[in-house]
């Protein structure tokens, strides 16, 4: 492994992992009245292309992570919509 991977697998990691402490606290607290629905559409749109462009190039770090990160970044995204929905 060289330091290109090293640096890509790392990167993929940490910005999968983002969204943990995001998803945490929603769980914990019950409430995510101010996280923006759209930061995460998009940010699952991001993710999503980025998981199609390593499944194009067959990269498997970044399948693997973006893909990851795309599940991850849509579980948030539910937890806000759904509240959304329970407001009204």
């Known amino acids: 492994m060289n330091i290109e991977d090293i640096v ?21 607290t019950r409430s995510v009245k ?3 629905p759209y930061m995460f559409v ?5 993710v999503g292309l980025w ?3 390593g499944i194009l190039k067959k990269d498997w ?3 693997i992570t973006n893909g990851i990160s795309l599940i ?12 959304s929905y329970k407001k009204n």
Request: glycine share 6%.
């Open 61 to 63: 770090p970044i399948i």
């Open 72 to 83: 991850l970044n849509a579980i948030m995204l539910y937890l806000v919509v759904s509240s």
């Open 34 to 36: 101010d996280v923006n």
């Open 51 to 53: 998981t199609f462009y």
């Open 8 to 28: 890509g697998i790392l990167a993929g990691v940490f910005t999968t992992i983002a969204v943990m402490p995001q998803i945490w606290k929603a769980v914990k």
């Open 42 to 46: 998009i940010l699952c749109l991001g």
